[in-house]
């Protein structure tokens, strides 16, 4: 089965940069697209950024583009997403999950990891 494992948030304050990990596991991911999203407390999960395993094409929420990057490490299994220029409302809970397809609705992604908090201190 599918196994996806954040790690990388904690407490940063504003103008900082963090890089999360999410380790891939339990499949071939070659046919996967991997996605960041991210949840404040009372909304839905928002999506980041996309990103094809086998390509690499990716794909970002307007919200982030520029700010935020998405990679993988396929020797690794490890999906990355690199935020910079971090602000107080970038504090969120933060997933990882996987698809197959190209999408950003979070009801198309079967695969979830148990997130990882990010507070961003101003």
């Known amino acids: 089965q599918v196994q996806l494992v954040e790690s990388g948030g904690g407490l940063v304050q504003a103008g900082a940069s963090l890089r999360l990990s999410c380790e891939c596991s339990?499949?071939?991911?070659?046919?996967?697209?991997m996605g960041w999203f991210r949840r404040t407390p009372g909304k839905e999960r928002d999506f980041l950024a996309g990103i094809t395993w086998s390509g690499g094409y990716s794909y970002y929420a307007d919200s982030v583009k520029g700010r935020f990057t998405i990679s993988r490490d396929t020797a690794k299994n490890t999906v990355y997403l690199q935020m910079s220029s971090l602000k107080p409302e970038d504090t969120a809970v933060y997933y990882c999950?996987?698809?197959?397809?190209?999408?950003?609705?979070?009801?198309?992604?079967?695969?979830w990891g148990q997130g990882t908090q990010v507070t961003v201190s101003s």
């Open positions: 999950a996987a698809t197959r397809g190209i999408y950003r609705d979070q009801t198309m992604y079967p695969y």
């Open positions: 339990g499949r071939t991911f070659s046919t996967y697209t």
